[in-house]
């Protein structure tokens, strides 16, 4: 039987967002959400606008922290790291892919996957960036854009690069917020193919989405309304 380990764990987390200094203008996004992330999962992130997924996309992803309650990565609490930790451990182990791409305009396909290994400590050798970047954009099928702008390129050729560039850290963890949101039916479905194939690859990925057809490419759906979850279809069988 096939073992899975537990790479985020969420505990009671909670998180409201203060409009002024007053309490009455106080808007809880998150509540008491709990929540167990395994390696290689493929889940989405559902509900309506306002429910609290990309509050919950953001907490998982390091980008915000919560008020209330616990959050482990890989059995560590980080609620004792400073701030340099966990940008260290963010950029390290996770990926971001969102929906508006948010490449750099003037900047090639290859020179904007290289982007995030110029942060990366001890730093790399300018070949071995050159060398991953590439390798990035030639496994998301674009050998032949490396030096194109993003003005030359698709939005889901943009769209592939941003994938790429989410990718050339290698990271445990891909979070993708609306990745198919600016894209037509044909190239959101290219989109997703290629999700779908990095998964099989054991790269875990977590997805926003408010798209049904989107969020059945997922092994896990869940569910959130007015910051809870409201369903969880755990499916880590399936994995």
């Known amino acids: 039987m096939t073992e899975f380990f537990p790479l985020i764990e969420l505990y009671r987390v909670s998180r ?25 999962e493929f889940i989405a992130l559902t509900g309506p606008s306002g429910s609290g ?3 919950l996309m953001n907490i998982l992803g390091l980008l915000d922290t919560p008020d209330k309650g616990q959050y482990s990565f890989r059995g560590k609490p980080i609620h004792h ?8 451990l963010r950029n390290k182990t996770m990926g971001f892919v969102f929906q508006n791409f948010q490449l750099i305009p003037r900047t090639t396909a290859l020179e904007n996957v290289e982007v995030p290994l110029f942060y990366r400590h001890p730093p790399l050798p300018p070949r071995e960036i050159r060398n991953k970047a590439k390798t990035m954009l030639e496994m998301v099928g674009l050998k032949h854009r490396l030096h194109h702008y993003p003005n030359q390129m698709s939005g889901g050729q943009q769209q592939r690069v941003a ?34 194939e990095l998964n099989t690859q054991g790269i875990t990925i977590v997805m926003v989405t408010h798209e049904e057809d989107i969020a059945a490419y997922a092994k896990r759906v ?18």
């Open 16 to 40: 409201t967002y203060e409009l002024d200094h007053s309490s009455e203008a106080a808007i809880p996004a998150l509540k008491d959400v709990s929540l167990t992330i395994y390696e290689g």
């Open 53 to 55: 997924k990309s509050t």
């Open 81 to 88: 790291m400073s701030s340099d930790e966990l940008a260290d």
């Open 163 to 196: 994938i790429a560039r989410a990718l050339v850290g290698n990271p445990s963890l891909l979070l993708a917020d609306e990745p198919t949101g600016n894209l037509d039916s044909h190239t959101s479905k290219e989109i997703m193919e290629l999700l779908t």
């Open 222 to 239: 869940i569910r959130m309304r007015d910051g809870e979850i409201i369903d969880d279809g755990e499916r880590r069988n399936s994995l």
